[in-house]
């Protein structure tokens, strides 16, 4: 079956740092681009950052630039988000996805795979 996993999550003070993982079974990832996507209760769930398919090309939210970093590992068909200086208003579920594409533009959408989720809490 193909399958996206994601994994890091939990419970960090603001200013803290997580890395999240996002590992793909059953399919390789060196076609998609990767996205990074959260959804905090009672909001939508929005965009949070975006690596093509060869890594060369990366976005990312406003929100979230200068302290999240997107890479990616085709070798071990993983894509990491490096969270630093994190915020109470960064707590959400967080979702990656991947989608067939050459670009650095992840559609929320138009994702084809998607992960089931991992829950980020930032609170002192």
């Known amino acids: 079956q193909l399958q996206l996993v994601e994994s890091g999550g939990g419970l960090v003070q603001p200013g803290g740092s997580l890395r999240l993982s996002c590992a793909a079974s059953?399919?390789?990832?060196?076609?998609?681009?990767i996205g990074w996507f959260r959804q905090a209760p009672g909001k939508e769930r929005e965009g949070v950052s975006c690596?093509?398919?060869?890594?060369?090309?990366?976005n990312y939210a406003d929100s979230v630039k200068g302290r999240f970093t997107i890479s990616r590992d085709n070798t071990k068909n993983t894509v990491n988000l490096q969270m630093n200086s994190l915020k109470p208003e960064d707590t959400a579920v967080y979702y990656c996805?991947?989608?067939?594409?050459?670009?650095?533009?992840?559609?929320?959408?138009?994702?084809?795979?998607w992960g089931k989720g991992t829950l980020v809490t930032v609170s002192s």
């Open positions: 996805a991947a989608v067939v594409t050459k670009s650095s533009v992840c559609p929320l959408w138009g994702m084809r795979y």
């Open positions: 059953g399919f390789t990832l060196d076609y998609y681009a």
């Open positions: 690596i093509s398919s060869g890594g060369g090309f990366t």
